[in-house]
């Protein structure tokens, strides 16, 4: 054995070596989570257990890969880590234009945990936009022009530097191409033009992944970005009853849903229901439940009358009623949701009652997330992050995202065992307070639109036309130390 392989051996010794050795100085004493994750090494490949080197991650990391590297012909970069596209078997169930629809895999042999991701990609609710919609984005409601392969990135990806926790799950990326928020139940016939599958697509999926390895899973992770976040609400539930019936009770599902938790708020300037842009939400959703014949939850559907079902399409709303447990992921001052309301940043300064409109719905999300177990809303003006390869860089109180969501599961399995509260020092309610766009400092960066340049917390805010002056005389502050907290993100 070489020289590279017993330095290996080593190091991942020091993860699975029982307490009480000298080596262990400085490592996290493994819980019982970590220990049925060593137990259960015979079933896993590759199963180690991070919590031990959480601390110093990145270092751990170019260590492996660099001893990877030496040990096989091949260098890390080149191992597969493609998904590949499969069509449904089940020719029924389809796209928007009658187009098979289909997901892409890539199965990791051994793994017992199972990520599906629904991509997002706003919607279209009659057949005016809808036309619009397939001569401009057609990608979104046809099959016909999907590459052969994807590569992952985010959660998806299959490099543990851009994917610390989820790096060695089965991956599945399932396309949006119903342009129904993952709701709808109806085919294209002589009356429909389109067919809106969006649900059945997801239990078509689970029906066909059960015979590739799904049905021996552990955990399922149905996650989600925009459109796909809110599909996720929608579908969780769901998705954990059909398991359920086909015999797989003991799976573990789960939700996460990123950027899909919208206000049915007063927009800033109401504005006639012409478009997806211009239409406000819940008018959008009312007329879409109808022209998708969208289902929702029969627990959430029980909350309202017949007839007002499109409730179930807003976070705040869904949530109470849901048996799985959920992670939200949402910026507090979302651009989709900002779109929707009409606050428009074009690059001219905002007017001040635009910007009390923006400060104002950072306060009403919030507020919709503090009875959200496990949450993660940065003060950040941005749309999507799970699938971001920049998503390890952003923080809420000094704790990432991936972070967070290792915190999440590892609570979940300690109050499967023994009914414990989250772990001390393992947060998973982590809400900005702060109450400006971008006050957090690990916010991803802005540009200007017009010129392409990088701009800082202050130069962003004054481009919005933010008034130091009258901000700071408002908090009873020094213009300056106002613009030092800024600086830091406080």
């Known amino acids: 054995m070489g020289t590279a392989a017993v330095h290996l ?44 080197v959480e601390g110093n991650m990145d270092s751990f990391m170019a260590q492996v890969k660099s001893l990877a590297q030496s040990l096989y012909p091949c260098s890390a970069q080149a191992l597969p880590h493609d998904l590949r596209l499969h069509l449904l078997h089940n020719a029924s169930v389809t796209c928007n234009d009658g187009s098979p629809a289909g997901y892409y895999l890539k199965e990791s042999k051994g793994s017992r945990r199972w990520l599906l991701f629904l991509e997002g990609g706003w919607y279209c609710f009659n057949r005016e936009n809808c036309d619009t919609r397939y001569d401009t984005m057609r990608r979104l409601m046809s099959s016909r022009e999907w590459p052969a392969t994807r590569v992952g990135t985010g959660i ?37 033009e389109y067919a809106f599958m969006g649900a059945l697509i997801i239990q078509e999926v689970i029906k066909e992944l059960v015979g590739k390895g799904l049905g021996a899973a552990k955990v399922l992770l149905l996650a989600g970005s925009s459109a796909g976040g809110t599909g996720v609400l929608l579908n969780v ?69 017949e007839g007002e079902e499109w409730n179930c399409f807003f976070g705040y709303k869904i949530y109470p009623t849901l048996r799985c447990p959920v992670f939200v992921v949402q910026w507090l001052f979302d651009e989709a949701q900002l779109t929707v309301d009409n606050v428009h940043l074009t690059g001219q300064p905002v007017q001040e009652g635009q910007w009390l409109y923006i400060q104002n719905l950072g306060r009403e999300l919030r507020s919709t997330l503090k009875d959200v177990t496990a949450s993660f809303a940065p003060a950040c003006l941005s749309h999507e992050i799970i699938t971001r390869n920049h998503w390890t860089d952003i923080q809420v109180k000094g704790t990432s995202l991936p972070r967070a969501l290792h915190c999440w599961d590892r609570s979940l399995h300690e109050s499967n065992k023994n009914g414990k509260a989250p772990l001390k020092g393992c947060p998973i309610h982590l809400i900005d307070s702060c109450p400006w766009p971008h006050c957090n400092p690990s916010c991803p960066t802005i540009r200007d639109q017009f010129t392409g340049q990088e701009m800082n917390v202050i130069q962003f805010l004054m481009h919005m036309g933010f008034d130091v002056q009258k901000m700071a005389q408002q908090q009873g502050l020094e213009p300056s130390k106002l613009l030092g907290m800024l600086s830091s993100g406080n």
């Open 9 to 52: 051996l080593l190091l991942l010794g020091l993860l699975h070596a029982g307490p009480g050795g000298e080596g262990r100085k400085g490592w996290r004493r493994r819980g019982p989570a970590a220990r049925e994750r060593g137990e259960a090494a015979a079933g896993e490949s590759f199963p180690l257990d991070f919590t031990a």
């Open 156 to 192: 998806l990806s299959s490099q543990p530097e851009e994917n610390p926790h989820w790096w060695n799950a089965n991956m599945v990326f399932i396309p949006y191409c119903s342009s129904d928020v993952w709701s709808g139940a109806s085919s294209k016939s002589e009356k429909n």
């Open 237 to 305: 539930d769901r998705v954990a009853e059909q398991l359920e019936e086909m015999g797989y009770q003991g799976i573990q599902v789960r939700g996460l849903a990123d950027s899909g938790w919208f206000l049915d708020n007063k927009q800033y300037r109401r504005t006639d229901c012409i478009d997806t842009i211009t239409c406000a939400p819940t008018e959008a959703i009312r007329r879409g439940i109808r022209y998708w014949n969208g289902i929702v939850p029969e627990r959430c559907k029980l909350q309202f009358k």
